[in-house]
């Protein structure tokens, strides 16, 4: 693209199609500056950037930090695939958010950013860089957000069937999957159809079976996820094929004191495999007062778990007000730097 027109629109390029002006998304001067910014520190394991410091993305709300540490993640997943044969299977990265209604609306966004990769692996350009391993990822909350086994998935299904099999049934009441809509082409995932004889049919996209476990499809015929989104939200599943990118709230890793197949998540116990390289933590100003303290003694575990052969994962923050960071970082992360961007 033209970069005088990449940028003519600061949210999208704009372009004269027969009459009609089309919008194109384009990433944003400072997020394209953000991913550049942080290359070194995620194909450099020696780097300054990855071992010592604490990248902290700054921008007021609504000003695209989420979209600047996705290409981030996205070069992460990538580049574990193009860099490596084998041991690049399991989770590449994690991103940690401290409320579970920022989890539900900005997991929405990192799911189209993973079945877009996922797409691109499908190709038979990429699928060699990419390797054979789908790119996926995983909802990590509490209970009382998403069901955390399988029982508890199977009985929510025979609910959202019975409620589509009902004459006035209402089933997406009984959605709490967490993903209403499929995140490639927007398909409603439990969706009405019309008969001939005006009559009101709902088709559910959530099944499970022996073979393929939890799964949710497209409605969509024509939509590449016809066949399975590459999304996962159920905690069994989760720790039986961990995801690329594993999704969740800073109060789930307590689960890693409890739930011994959490291991899962670092490649603790499998020397052949590569551990997460980048973690992500979203409004790191909530990150203060008890909750900080609490956190600040599972951040250690959590590093020594992602640390394999000296090298560490890259650590990224991101926050929309800033006060006191050199103090909250060094008391979060093991005395590292930070790195203020802008």
Known sequence: LDSLNFFENYDAEKRVRNGKIDFVPAYRPFQLAFLLLSIDGIVNPESQSRNNIVDLIWFPTGGGKTEAYLAVAALTIAFRRLNNETGFEGTSVIMRYTLRLLTAQQFERASRLITALEFLRKQKEFSNDLKDEPISIGLWVGM???????????????????????????????????????????????????????????????????????????????????????????????????????????????????????????????????????????????????????????????????????????????????????????????????????
Not at 289 to 315: C, H, Q, R
Request: contains cysteine.
């Open 144 to 342: 009382g957000s998403t069901p955390n086994d399988i029982k508890g998935a199977k009985s929510q299904i025979r609910k959202i069937e019975n409620e589509c099999n009902k004459k006035n049934g209402n089933p997406e009441e009984q959605n709490s999957f967490q993903i209403s809509s499929c995140p490639w082409c927007g398909t409603k995932l439990i969706t009405p159809y019309t008969t001939k004889s005006g009559n009101v049919v709902w088709k559910s996209g959530f099944s499970h079976s022996k073979k393929e476990g939890f799964i949710m499809k497209c409605n969509n015929e024509a939509c590449t996820c016809s066949n399975g989104i590459s999304v996962q939200v159920i905690d069994e599943e989760l720790y039986q094929k961990p995801p690329t990118l594993l999704f969740g709230t800073v109060d789930k890793f307590a689960m890693l004191a409890w739930q011994n197949k959490a291991h899962n998540f670092f490649n603790s116990l499998d020397d052949e495999k590569l551990p997460p390289d980048l973690i992500i933590q979203d409004e790191l100003h909530l990150l203060s007062g008890p909750l900080g303290s609490i956190t600040g003694i599972f951040e250690s575990v959590i590093e020594d778990l992602a640390t394999k052969n000296g090298i560490p994962p890259k650590i990224i923050a991101s926050t929309a007000t800033t006060r006191n960071t050199e103090f909250q970082v060094n008391n979060l992360y093991g005395n590292r730097d930070v790195n203020v961007f802008p």
